[in-house]
């Protein structure tokens, strides 16, 4: 499985070998964010409603920036019960949240924690290169405020970012009303996808390479 960044546009000699020794291409939008811009256009381009709900954020919740020397399995517990919580069941299997944890401890992610009355009620998890951010996981108490609360984490995260040395922050996949055409997107996926939007950068298209192995 290979996912080829298409770099001006062009097809890689890997994803052409693949391509040609039987493999599926799939098309995949997602919304990227260029780091390396400075901290003032990044702000610029944020949709004009976020920027209160930021500010709001970084204000009462105070977001907690938890890496590789200060990640705990008590911390990413409890960032586990609170997505059971919300989800309103399981569905990650422990065995993932602990990869997960290993990730951060490998410095290949961060965590970014926001409480308030020291009560964890948002979180997000994020994987890195040196390149490279994506925004993996995340979970928010949304019965506590009328306010949305992982604008700021988000925020928070595309700043750490940058100052990691990363070129590119991945918000995540894009959908349109027709996009995928195979299986037209849900409401709530339409709904996400705008979210993500909202904070900038393009979109840009990937492609999935999934070859099936006989063995």
């Known amino acids: 499985y290979l996912t080829d960044l298409l770099p001006q546009g062009k097809i890689s000699t890997l994803s052409t070998h693949l391509l040609n020794s039987g493999a599926k291409p799939t098309p995949r939008l997602s ?105 993996w996981v995340s979970a928010s108490r949304r019965d506590l405020f009328d306010k949305p609360l992982f604008h700021a984490i988000m925020w928070t995260a595309i700043l750490h970012a940058k100052e990691l040395g990363c070129k590119w922050f991945e918000v995540g996949e894009q959908y349109f009303q027709n996009h995928p055409a195979e299986t037209p997107p849900t409401k709530k996926e339409l709904g996400i996808s705008d979210f993500k939007a909202g904070f900038g950068g393009e979109s840009r298209v990937f492609l999935d390479v999934k070859l099936e192995s006989n063995l």
């Not at 970084?58 to 977001?63: K, T």
């Not at 609170?82 to 490998?106: A, P």
Request: aromatic residues 12%; positive net charge.
């Open 31 to 135: 919304q990227v964010i260029d780091l390396t811009e400075d901290k003032a256009l990044l702000w610029r381009k944020v949709r004009k409603s976020y920027s209160s709900l930021i500010n709001n954020g970084l204000l009462n919740l105070e977001p907690e920036i938890v890496a590789s020397k200060t990640i705990t399995w008590e911390k990413m517990q409890k960032f586990r019960d609170l997505h059971i919580r919300e989800s309103g069941r399981e569905t990650r299997s422990e065995e993932s949240w602990k990869r997960q944890y290993e990730m951060v401890k490998s410095c290949e992610a961060f965590v970014i924690f926001g409480t308030f009355e020291n009560k964890l009620v948002t979180a997000g998890l994020f994987s890195y290169n040196k390149t490279n951010c994506l925004y």
